[in-house]
């Protein structure tokens, strides 16, 4: 029986994770978590917000940001955590068609979209 999702992984580019942390740590807010040393050899890194939501980003050498796939990650406040995103520099294109939420969608720098949605009240 399935209980919890631990983690979504998502593939970036070699020689990425420079720009992977600046935008996941200082415009998401995440936190950086350390990788076990055999997985670290890979590149890429982890990303963890409250709750222990994490994210993955793996190292793909032929990396091409998929267009429909993403993580759809709950927020709090949405209006300014999207003026947040805006503030870094990172396109929002909101979207009204999930009943009940409020949400849009943006991009990684490398082209992974995410999803940010808050249950309306």
């Known amino acids: 029986m399935i209980t919890a999702v631990d983690h979504v992984q998502l593939a970036a580019p070699p020689g990425s994770e420079d720009r992977l942390r600046a935008y996941y740590t200082d415009v998401l807010g ?10 670290a050899a890979r590149g890429g890194c982890w990303f963890q917000a409250g709750g222990g939501v994490q994210l993955h980003l793996g ?31 990172a ?9 009940g939420h409020r949400r849009f969608y943006s991009e990684d720098p490398v082209g992974n979209r995410l999803e940010f949605l808050e249950p309306k009240r």
């Open 59 to 89: 190292i793909e050498r032929d990396f091409r940001p998929a267009q429909k796939a993403h993580p759809g990650l709950r927020v709090t406040d949405i209006e300014a955590y999207a003026a947040r995103l805006e503030a870094h520099g």
């Open 91 to 99: 396109a929002v294109t909101w979207d009204g068609n999930l009943p």
């Open 30 to 39: 995440m936190t950086e978590i350390p990788k076990p040393p055999v997985l």
